[in-house]
């Protein structure tokens, strides 16, 4: 099992939130690219960043993220804010080895059809829920549409990998939601990385001991700011 950290961004710098709540931000590193370069030096064989005023609608980081792509020689999976096609050949013009389409998935189906047709095994779809209800625009806007529902449509649109978050347990360090993660494994023929919630290594042990064979990554993010889990320890122990 792979393990990839997080940086989320919000005005060029890494920040992290409590349950997607933007008035629990917390800045925890103001240069993103020594942070990168400090979680490629620990292990990391992958880095996810997410532009979180893209997803807010409300600015974006974009060359934050191409900053980060040149400075580490690991792939860098980048989502928040990518509304066209145009906007994500950009990302990938800009260093990122996949982009995530998530608000897309639900709003704009046309649109993300379209760009998983174009861009193939280069999208992931990012698929955050609280409970079997589905969230979009940086998990403030509540949608009818179910999650398992929407991991058998995207499946069905081509999409080989999907990122899960329970909302309710990013950056909270109550541990992965395993049941959620087994139910999203089983709905369709997809791989499944893991999001939200893991604070401590035996967080991670459960993850790789109940899991599905379909979780093969997991993200952390919280937890490696706030010094609970030691990366390079986190890798050894899911390698």
Known sequence: MIVIPAIDLSGGVCVRMEGGDPTTA?????DPVARAK?????????????DLDGAFGSGENVRAIERICASVAVPVQTGGGIRTLEMAEARLAGGASEIILGTLLVEEERIARNI??????RVIAG????????????????????????????????????????????GMG??????ALRAVAEAAPVKVTASGGAR???DLRTLRDA???????CIIGSALYKGTIDLAQAIELLR
Request: charge should be neutral; hydrophobic fraction near 45%; aromatic fraction near 8%.
């Open 116 to 121: 998983i047709g174009k861009l193939g095994t």
């Open 38 to 50: 400090a979680f490629v030096d620990a292990g990391a064989r992958r880095l996810h960043v997410i």
């Open 200 to 202: 401590t290594l035996d």
């Open 211 to 217: 899991a599905p064979e379909a979780v093969d990554s």
């Open 174 to 179: 109550l541990g992965y939601d395993v049941s």
């Open 127 to 170: 698929i955050d829920a609280r409970g079997e209800e589905v969230a979009t625009r940086g998990w403030a806007e509540r949608t009818p549409v179910a999650r398992d529902a929407l991991v058998k449509r995207v499946a069905q649109w081509g999409v080989g990998r999907i990122i899960f978050t329970e909302i309710k347990r990013d």
């Open 26 to 30: 917390t800045v925890y590193d103001r």
